[in-house]
């Protein structure tokens, strides 16, 4: 149930209770008057009738006669009272009207004679006496309804006991309800909150479908994404001291080389051959660190989230048969059989440089994969001219075509990437084959990582798929512009 909802209902109790049980009172002493109501009727009328015999006696109105008869029948229950013709007072059996002084006026002497009129504690009976058809007074007697009146009492006891328990019972009920779904549940949730912001751990649970549990819901939703976000941070800390180490190591050992030819060039005296070898080593050296430290820079600037990759249009067809050309030399020095073509519609939104970068990327990989006498294929193919007919059977070709695209594909025959090692091999410095000692022989280790976020740059997407002792294939897809 909704919290508003639970307030409401609540208060409408709250407010409902006391006029039921005021209802409830009323009723009862309703039907209790209704049923003693023609019994006490009765029973009174039968006390005024031997009343009015002994009161209508003229003698009691006249100032020498002796009242005292009337004090047997006056009684805690009944009030008698005589007035003269006037209304003043000549006798009263209620101590309040000592004193013969007072009395009623006229218009008061005259109203309701005759008539036995019911209050809530007595009833009341006047009449005019006559002696001889003259008015000599007026006699009144008030009946107490002390049976009545204590049945009323008793009743409003047991109702006001009742609505007090009641009332009792649902304030208490209210409180630990209150307790139960308020107070306790935003301690909780306040706890909860501190022992995260102090970092301690904090044990998810099940939350109701009401307004604090949908702000519980909320703090462990956000909980979670922290949580998301830290590990994110500790493994891109833990990835950059990786990164910094492997670069460090892997540029020490060129280093090292260089700084020893360089020193023997320096101190011995070598031969012009040797000296013409070890300046040739230096340079190879040199090479590769400079190729390192480049693809560094460029794999620091694609991780920054400020960095933005600049795009030009260009014209499909001419720039992709550009890119898939002027490796045939490299293929042919290591006696690897090349096919390369290009076939491709429309224009794109590209970075020419970076793409060239990918391009020489993938076709180092494939040529430094593929054994003597192997093939490699390059190609670029508009989605309307895929597959091509040369692709490796267990490339899921059919999952990876969408309309208005362009592939760029690179496959080697080989022998191929472990299953359990392909999903890694987008990641920096990681080599399939484990041999980071000979890794300077090939290249730095962030060509893969680099391609795949050039292309992500480009808004498009990386495929690599890979079976043990067939090959290798690499398909980089790009969106069209138009």
């Given at each position: 149930?909704k ?8 208060y409408?109790i ?8 005021a209802?409830f009172?009323?009723?009862w ?27 209508d006696?003229?003698?009691?109105y ?6 005292k ?13 005589l007035y ?7 006798y ?26 019911q ?26 309804r ?14 006001g ?8 019972l ?28 102090t970092?301690k ?21 956000m909980k ?26 892997d ?23 040797e ?17 390192m430290?480049d ?15 600049e ?13 898939v050309?002027?490796?045939?030399a ?19 939104d590209l ?23 192997g ?14 007919d ?25 022998k191929g990437?472990?299953?359990e ?8 410095l990681?080599q399939?084959?484990?041999a980071?000692?000979?890794q300077?022989?090939?290249g ?10 050039i ?10 798929f ?15 512009l138009?």
């Amino acid at each position: 149930m909704k919290i508003k909802t639970w307030l409401l209902l609540s208060y409408l109790i709250v407010m409902i209770l006391p006029l039921m049980t005021a209802y409830f009172l009323f009723a009862w002493i309703h039907s209790y008057n209704n049923e003693q109501k023609v019994e006490e009727h009765v029973q009174i009328q039968m006390e005024l009738d031997d009343l009015k015999q002994i009161l209508d006696d003229p003698k009691l109105y006249t100032s020498q006669t002796d009242r005292k008869k009337i004090k047997k029948y006056a009684d805690q229950t009944k009030s008698i009272t005589l007035y003269d013709q006037n209304g003043v007072i000549i006798y009263t059996s209620n101590p309040s009207f000592k004193s013969t002084r007072y009395g009623l006026s006229k218009e008061q002497l005259y109203q309701e004679l005759y008539t036995l009129e019911q209050g809530y504690s007595s009833y009341s009976y006047k009449q005019p006496v006559f002696d001889n058809r003259k008015l000599i007074g007026f006699f009144d007697v008030q009946i107490a309804r002390d049976e009545w009146v204590a049945g009323v009492t008793n009743r409003s006891y047991i109702v006001g006991g009742l609505f007090f328990v009641v009332f009792t019972l649902i304030y208490l009920t209210v409180i630990l309800l209150v307790n139960k779904k308020f107070n306790l549940r935003l301690t909780g949730l306040m706890n909860d909150m501190t022992a995260f912001a102090t970092g301690k751990d904090v044990h998810e649970r099940q939350t109701k479908q009401d307004e604090i549990g949908k702000l519980t819901a909320h703090f462990f939703h956000m909980k979670h994404q922290i949580d998301t976000a830290r590990k994110t941070i500790e493994q891109e800390q833990e990835a950059k001291e990786y990164l910094i180490a492997s670069v460090s190591h892997d540029l020490k050992t060129p280093l090292t080389s260089i700084m020893a030819y360089a020193e023997a060039l320096h101190t011995q005296k070598l031969t012009d051959q040797e000296q013409n070898e070890y300046r040739q080593v230096i340079m190879e050296k040199a090479d590769f660190m400079q190729v390192m430290l480049d693809d560094l820079l460029t794999y620091t600037l694609l991780k920054s989230p400020s960095h933005t990759m600049e795009l030009v249009e260009v014209e499909g067809s001419e720039f992709f048969e550009m890119l898939v050309s002027d490796y045939e030399a490299l293929c042919i020095n290591k006696g690897i059989e090349l096919q390369a073509d290009a076939d491709v519609v429309g224009t794109y939104d590209l970075n020419p440089k970076q793409m060239i970068r990918v391009a020489d990327n993938l076709v180092s990989n494939g040529i430094h994969y593929t054994k003597k006498a192997g093939h490699l294929w390059i190609a670029a193919r508009s989605s309307e001219k895929m597959p091509p007919d040369w692709l490796f059977e267990f490339i899921p070709t059919n999952e990876l075509l969408t309309k208005g695209a362009v592939y760029f594909i690179v496959q080697n025959e080989g022998k191929g990437i472990a299953k359990e090692k392909s999903a890694y091999v987008f990641e920096p410095l990681y080599q399939a084959d484990e041999a980071r000692s000979i890794q300077y022989k090939h290249g730095s280790g962030l060509g893969l990582s680099i391609t795949k976020q050039i292309i992500e740059k480009h808004g498009g997407e990386v495929f690599l798929f890979s079976k043990e002792n067939v090959g290798t294939c690499v398909i980089c897809k790009l969106p069209k512009l138009k």
